[in-house]
T-cell receptor, first 111, second 112 residues
Framework: KNEVEQSPQNLTAQEGEFITINCSYSVGISALHWLQQHPGGGIVSLFMLSSGKKKHGRLIATINIQEKHSSLHITASHPRDSAVYICAANSSPNTGNQFYFGTGTSLTVIP | NAGVTQTPKFRILKIGQSMTLQCTQDMNHNYMYWYRQDPGMGLKLIYYSVGAGITDKGEVPNGYNVSRSTTEDFPLRLELAAPSQTSVYFC???????????FGSGTRLTVV
């Protein structure tokens, strides 16, 4: 069993839909990261959170430490949101060498 | 501000050849990391560094070496390339461990 599990693996949405991607982890963490990987391969760090909720534009990330669960929400989805979204749990607060990565959720937003 | 720069973007190696993947960051980040990403798999940590002169192994270090002579540069060396090293390699850096990470654009390496 992977330390970080994401669902769904693949997601297709119509433009404008509200999207939720889920991440569950089984390790103790100091922080959880959400990354975005575009079809060209580049990876962008979206959020780092250790509690509560963060918002950036149309993106919202939440985490429930007790339940070991995080969600990434996209409001008013747009075709340019099409990408792979990766959840990563950091269980090494001093060095960052214990990152557990999910295998990603591939999102396609159709116009 | 260039961020994290990786070179080359693509490379084809023959079995047994060697090469160095370059990674440079201009953000004065202490922490630097090398990951590999295999198809359908999550990122795996190869090596990391918490500062100039300090490096340590990650999850999958075999077949690789690194050095960190300056804060800016963190090259990854492949000796005796093998087909199992065919992958996409990402370099990343961060100011502190639980700050946002900046990734390079990746190097797609094929060993034939």
């Amino acid at each position: 069993k992977n330390e970080v599990e994401q669902s769904p693996q693949n997601l297709t949405a119509q433009e404008g839909e509200f999207i939720t991607i889920n991440c569950s982890y089984s390790v103790g963490i100091s922080a959880l990261h959400w990354l975005q990987q575009h079809p060209g391969g580049g990876i962008v760090s979206l959020f780092m959170l250790s509690s509560g909720k963060k918002k950036h534009g149309r993106l919202i990330a939440t985490i429930n430490i007790q339940e070991k669960h995080s969600s990434l929400h996209i409001t008013a989805s747009h075709p340019r949101d099409s990408a792979v979204y990766i959840c990563a749990a950091n269980s090494s607060p001093n060095t960052g060498n214990q990152f557990y990565f999910g295998t990603g959720t591939s999102l396609t937003v159709i116009p | 501000n260039a961020g994290v720069t990786q070179t080359p973007k693509f490379r084809i190696l023959k079995i047994g050849q060697s090469m160095t993947l370059q990674c440079t960051q201009d953000m004065n980040h202490n922490y630097m990391y090398w990951y590999r990403q295999d198809p359908g798999m999550g990122l795996k940590l190869i090596y990391y560094s918490v500062g100039a002169g300090i490096t340590d192994k990650g999850e999958v270090p075999n077949g690789y070496n690194v050095s960190r002579s300056t804060t800016e540069d963190f090259p990854l060396r492949l000796e005796l390339a093998a087909p199992s090293q065919t992958s996409v390699y990402f370099c990343a850096s961060s100011y502190k461990v639980d700050y946002g990470y900046t990734f390079g654009s990746g190097t797609r390496l094929t060993v034939v």
